[in-house]
Structures are given as C-alpha cells and as structure tokens.
C-alpha cells in the first residue's frame, strides 16, 4: 500500500502522503527513537487516501499485535492531535484534544505529531529511502507473534 504510492498526487500539500511517510520516519530515526516508532511513523498515514476519516484506525489495525498499546492509542487518535495545528482550517476545532488531558498516551501523541507530523512537509528534506526501514519492518513484525 505505501510503495504503490510513491508518485500519488499531494492533494494541495507540499509532499505527497509517501514522501510525508519518509520523512516522518526518517526524523523518528534520527532522533534515535525505537525501531516500533520508526514503523509506526512510516505507516500512520497508510490509510489517508482510502479511508480518510479513520485512517489512524486503519494503520492501527493493519500493525495488529506488532505495536504497543502506546503506539495503538497514538496512531487511532493522531488526526485529532493534528487539528491542534490546522489554524487554518474553518470550522476546526483545535482543542477537541484537550478531552484527553492526562491520558497515559497524551503526551506521546502529542509529541508524534508536532514533530514527526505536522512538520514532515518538507519537500527538501533528505528522507532515507523505502530500503532503508524494510529490516526494521522484517524486525518488528517478526517480534510479535
Ligand atoms: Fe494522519
Ligand atoms: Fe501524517
């Protein structure tokens, strides 16, 4: 699902939703995270374009039992962490996140998509290359079982 769109349309962004998947993995990376939050950057839009009102759900389905529960409750709720960005968007309720104040996973959600989200936009970016996570990906998803 992500390779086939590598040259999708951006749909108004400045990069398209698999060159926003590489990049949010790539900085993952190299901030050292966990191979889990480098797969689980790379996948947390697979479903944008299919599903756009559930995407998270279908990312957070599509990883299973390979995730954490973290990660699982990340990816679900991520596009309503993201509103708290969209000042541009009519109608946008950007504090509907607040629901969650001090749930177990705020923060990391959070975090995830101030920086591994809403700034992977960047069309100059050096991005690693798909080849690049496939051991990560073997690795995980062999882990789980
Ligand atoms: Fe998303
Ligand atoms: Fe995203």
Same mark, same amino acid.
Do not use: C
């Given at each position: 699902?992500?390779?086939?769109? /590598?040259?999708? /349309? ?14 949010? /993995? ?51 709720? !991520? /596009?309503?962490?993201?509103?708290? !960005?969209?000042? !541009? ?13 001090? !749930? ?42």
């Amino acid at each position: 699902m992500l390779t086939v769109s /590598a040259n999708d /349309a951006s749909f108004g962004y400045r990069v398209n939703m698999y060159r926003h998947a590489l990049q949010s /993995a790539t900085m993952v990376l190299r901030d050292g995270l966990p191979v889990e939050d480098v797969v689980v950057a790379l996948f947390h839009d697979v479903g944008y374009t299919t599903s756009f009102s559930n995407h998270g759900e279908v990312a957070s389905a599509l990883l299973g039992p390979s995730i954490s529960e973290r990660n699982h409750w990340m990816l679900k709720n !991520h /596009a309503v962490f993201q509103n708290f !960005h969209a000042l !541009h968007l009519p109608g946008n309720d950007r504090y509907e996140r607040e629901l969650w104040r001090g !749930h177990p996973f705020f923060d990391w959600t959070a975090e995830f998509v101030k920086l591994y989200d809403q700034a992977t936009i960047d069309p100059d970016y050096p991005s690693e290359p798909i080849e690049t996570f496939i051991p990560m990906i073997d690795a995980l998803l062999s882990s789980s079982s």
